[in-house]
């Protein structure tokens, strides 16, 4: 159902406030450079920091801007079960693709609480819902064997698989079968995930490269492995750059040195170390992005 390389957009502040006009540019750009689809509201999108006008906000000027060019999977996740219920039907009665339901985070359910939690949004829902599997971020893993129970609920499409393990992707793979799409959460596994059977990426570096990251994903998919391998390469410092510190930093770092937003955070996210960012604009440099 979802393949391809999809844009974690970032959410552009200035003055405090979201910057539209540059989040309308972004989404811009990343159609021109061939992006698959868009997720707004992710932690790329800091929206823990949204409140939820705002977080309803960004995903209907995301729907409104793409016009239907590519889809959309809106990040609607929440540590309160029926909180993410409550963003999910917003997004779907936006017109939304998908939905992307990240683990609760902090209150660290157990298998059964994280089974439950995902079934009820997708009993209450009913649009396709991929997991988001990150344990860096909430505390907890999605075990491979509450994934294939949970791969068998209809609506529940696939997974954005950020646990840094590729064998406990490879196995979510074998246990989930072909039709479950599996997405790499992490531009630097994006290779060798889909060398395993994934079907792409939610891509932070899309956000300043989506033209080779999307012919990264279109070789993987056409078999094109050495075409592919190359891209991977030419990108990967890149990709490490992006997570010199807590993404989103860097990425919005270095949109801002590209000239395409404002480098403006909310707290408790700040603007990077010096260091931090003169690795980075070292790595733009070389890339020719600036």
Known sequence: MFS?????????????????????????????????????????????????????????????????????????????????ISLTRHAKKVGVDAALLVSPYYNKPTQEGLYRHFKAIAEAVDIPLVLYNIQGRTGVNIENSTMEKLSRLPNIVGVKEASGSILQMSEVIRLCGPDFDVLSGDDQMTFPLM????????????NIIPDKMSALVRHMLAGEIDKARAIHFEIFELCQAMFVETNP??????????????????????????????KIRNVLSKLNLI
């Open 4 to 84: 391809g390389a999809f844009t974690a957009i970032v959410t552009p502040f200035k003055d405090g406030q979201v910057d539209e006009k540059a989040f309308k540019g972004l989404i811009r750009f990343g159609l021109d450079g061939g992006v698959s689809g868009f997720v707004p509201c992710g932690t790329t999108g800091e929206s823990p920091t949204l409140s939820h006008e705002e977080h309803n906000r960004v995903v209907e000027m995301t729907v409104k801007e793409v016009a239907g060019q590519v889809r959309i999977i809106a990040g609607t996740g929440s540590n309160s079960t029926e909180e993410a």
């Open 195 to 206: 060398a395993l059977g994934g079907k792409g990426v939610i891509s932070v570096v899309t």
């Open 249 to 278: 930093i860097p990425i919005k770092a270095a949109l801002g040195l590209m000239g395409k937003i404002e480098p403006e955070f909310r707290l408790p996210l700040c603007p990077p170390a010096s260091a931090s960012l003169e």
